[in-house]
């Protein structure tokens, strides 16, 4: 059995790296705008006792940035953007400390340092990702849920986005399982799908063994996120509620929307002249699309976005989803939803207090509708008001599903802090340089894709010639072509 090593354990050694790393990077870059050692020695001295603020600054930034959370098993590309946009934001905080606090380090220093930070901390990551790879990755790995397809659904996220991590070998249903389940000997972790039923007696099977465990929670497990455990002489009880924002937090959002509402519309104001004068000119019709949506508390308004489909585009078929390869949205549309251009208007409805910078997207009415009979749990994210971007925009894809979405929105609420929001909007910054996280699912490659699949999979288990193995489960269906879910 390979022991699996916690990320836990690492992250005070990759944060000392870092500090190393910011530091190093300071001191060359007085070396190099000085010319010399010799010349930089009473500057470096100086630097010397700034060096702490530095480093917190960057470790703060670089937390925001994700940098600590799971990157070992993110892409290259992933902690490349992270870097960038970490090493961007410690150099706007450490610049404008510096202003502040009067202790001015030269413009070409902080640049300097920021370019050699970038470098160092991109390369050693990539090398540490790449013996951590080899190390603990290849996790011969099953899947369970209740029936075939959801098992073959979660598998190819898996397969897809964390191939050489996870291999996954075999695909269960629930019913084929019985103790002493033999079935899972062998395996080094286990994917328990969120409507998995006794999932407890499976998940103690796997602690016992040794056995790592990966759960999808379904929505009423997301409500003990956040949970506040009391005693209650020698009763141990988790205490659960409705989860609202203080007074003192609303406050705070609200200060945060306006004044960044304000600077994103002044710094955006380039894009908002392009797209007034270049959309009505490629396609017929005005510029801004208002549509109304449930905000708060399922109070409904007017939401503002550039138009990026064909004018009536909804005049022959309703109210619909939009897809992969629309044929109602314009060349110059799919651009500006790929960037999330079509976006920018909605700062104008959080300064009318209709949204906020950060929360779930607010949807249509009858998709709202829609989603609430088929998840109960639905509601519940008008408990806050929605935003331009959230969780589910950053970690989720335009194609994911509602449900899927709806998991990422109350973990949000559940867990709002004022960090969690700065986290999401640098994220946010990632996703939109990261244009590929804004395309729908291929819905043409998916046959291919699940052959593919298959065929990897038969070829991990015939590596485990040892392994007492089950019959490989098919899919017998054709996926269903997805649509582009919620409002994005």
Request: overall charge positive.
């Amino acid at each position: 059995m390979k022991q699996h090593a916690h990320f836990m354990a690492w992250k005070p050694i990759v944060a000392a790296s870092d500090v190393l790393i910011v530091n190093t990077a300071y001191l060359v870059a007085y070396v190099l705008h000085s010319g010399g050692i010799a010349a930089a020695h009473e500057q470096m001295v100086g630097y010397a006792r700034l060096s702490p603020v530095v480093s917190l600054l960057a470790l703060m930034s670089f937390h925001l940035s994700d940098l600590y959370r799971n990157w070992l098993r993110k892409t290259f590309t992933h902690v490349l953007y992270s870097t960038v946009i970490g090493n961007v934001t410690a150099l706007i905080a450490t610049a404008t400390w510096s202003f502040w606090s009067g202790h001015l380090l030269p413009r070409s220093v902080l640049v300097i340092a920021a370019c050699i930070q970038v470098i160092l901390i991109a390369v050693y990551r990539e090398m540490a990702r790449r013996m951590y790879r080899r190390w603990f990755g290849c996790q011969h790995t099953i899947v369970i849920a209740e029936s075939n397809e959801q098992a073959w659904d979660i598998a190819e996220k898996f397969v897809e986005h964390w191939a050489g991590w996870y291999e996954v070998e075999h695909c269960l249903a629930r019913r084929s399982l019985k103790a002493p389940y033999t079935e899972l000997m062998g395996a080094d972790a286990i994917v328990i799908s969120a409507d998995l039923k006794d999932k407890e007696e499976v998940i103690y099977h796997c602690f016992r063994e040794g056995k790592e465990v990966l759960v999808v929670p379904n929505l009423f497990e997301l409500t003990f996120c956040g949970a506040e455990p009391w005693e209650i002489d020698d009763l141990l009880v988790f205490k659960v509620h409705p989860h609202r924002l203080n007074p003192a937090q609303e406050l705070l959002k609200r200060s945060i929307d306006i004044l960044g509402s304000i600077l994103l519309l002044a710094l955006a104001s380039p894009l908002l002249l392009f797209a007034f004068v270049a959309i009505p000119l490629t396609s017929k019709g005005s510029a801004i699309f208002r549509q109304v949506r449930v905000g708060k508390g399922g109070r409904r308004f007017r939401i503002f976005k550039f138009r990026t489909m064909v004018s009536n585009a909804e005049t022959k078929t309703g109210p619909v989803l939009a897809i992969e390869n629309d044929p109602r949205i314009t060349r110059l549309g799919r651009f500006m939803r790929s960037t999330r251009i079509d976006e920018i208007p909605q700062l104008f409805n959080v300064l009318l207090d209709d949204m906020s910078l950060i929360g779930p997207r607010p949807e249509r009415a009858i998709f709202v509708e829609q989603f609430d009979r088929q998840l109960p749990a639905y509601t519940l994210r008008h408990l806050v008001k929605p935003g331009i971007t959230g969780l589910a925009q950053v970690l989720g894809r335009y194609s994911t599903t509602a449900e899927r979405k709806l998991r990422f929105d109350l973990f949000y609420i559940y867990n709002y802090s004022l960090l969690l929001d700065i986290k999401i909007f640098l994220q946010t910054i990632r996703v939109v340089l990261l244009r590929e996280r804004a395309s729908g699912l291929k819905t043409s490659d998916l046959a291919g894709r699940r052959r593919s699949l298959e065929s990897i999979a038969a070829g991990q288990r015939n590596r485990r010639e040892s392994w007492d193995k089950p019959m490989p489960v098919s899919r017998s269906a054709e996926p269903e072509t997805k649509a582009r879910v919620g409002a994005d």
